[in-house]
């Protein structure tokens, strides 16, 4: 079935470098990307999202990416800090209609210091 | 405002008891739900509901119910524990996708 994986499972970063989280999507209809993030012993944070109309969107040190024509999707990092270490998520969906969430096996982040 | 609290955040059942976790929101979104989170996964979709008295099934929901008689409340029921429910379950709640979750109710089935 469709699914959303990740290229790495783990990614370590020295503290001040920036950090770059890849995600892959099969189903080619998914058309609302959001990225997750996930400390330990807590619920998902939303982080961004992105609608398959934009190929780039900007948040407060953070920037997704989209790639439509290889259909993947990329989380950046500026300046990485040791809070940002935690379990990142992306998940796909049909931004109409109620299609569910579609979550990717998550990608953790260790920040080095 | 506390968000989305989830009770217990904890809980060790046996094979066939039943239980409820409770979810509570004060955000007033009318949409909630339920997803599982098993051992280095994603989350998996239970059960969703886009308004009080409204609820549909998600990707798993065999082995879970659920009733949304307010906007605030959303609890999932388990009826007949088994041992494939052991997992970590988040409520959240948001627009018609989740932005915000709770904590989460770390269940385990002996």
């Known amino acids: 079935g469709e699914s959303v994986g990740l290229h790495l499972p783990t990614l370590s970063v020295q503290e001040g470098d920036n950090s770059i989280i890849n995600c892959a999507y099969s189903?080619?209809?998914?058309?609302?990307f959001i990225w997750y993030k996930q400390e330990s012993g807590k619920g998902p944070q939303f982080i961004i999202d992105?609608?398959?109309?934009?190929d780039k969107r900007q948040g407060q040190r953070v920037t997704v990416l989209l790639n439509k024509t290889v259909k993947h999707l990329s989380l950046q990092i500026a300046a990485t800090q040791p809070g940002d270490s935690a379990v990142y998520f992306c998940?796909?969906?049909?931004?109409?209609?109620?299609?569910?969430?579609?979550f990717g096996k998550g990608t953790r982040l260790s920040v080095i210091a | 405002n506390a968000g989305v609290t989830q009770t217990p955040k904890f809980r060790i059942l046996k094979i066939g008891q039943s239980m409820t976790l409770q979810c509570t929101q004060d955000?007033?979104?009318?949409?909630m739900y339920w997803y599982r989170q098993d051992p280095g996964m994603g989350l998996k979709l239970i059960y969703y509901?886009?308004?009080?008295?409204?609820?549909d099934k998600g990707e798993v929901p065999n082995g879970y119910n659920v009733s949304r008689s307010t906007t605030e409340d959303f609890p999932l029921r388990l009826e007949l524990a088994a041992p494939s429910q052991t997992s970590v379950y988040f409520c959240?709640?948001?627009?018609?996708?989740?932005?915000?979750f709770g904590d989460g109710t770390r269940l385990s089935i002996l």
């Open positions: 998940a796909e969906t049909l931004i109409s209609g109620n299609t569910p969430l579609v």
């Open positions: 189903n080619s209809a998914s058309d609302y």
């Open positions: 992105i609608r398959s109309n934009m």
């Open positions: 955000m007033n979104h009318n949409y």
């Open positions: 509901s886009v308004g009080a008295g409204i609820t």
């Open positions: 959240a709640t948001g627009g018609r996708q989740p932005q915000h």
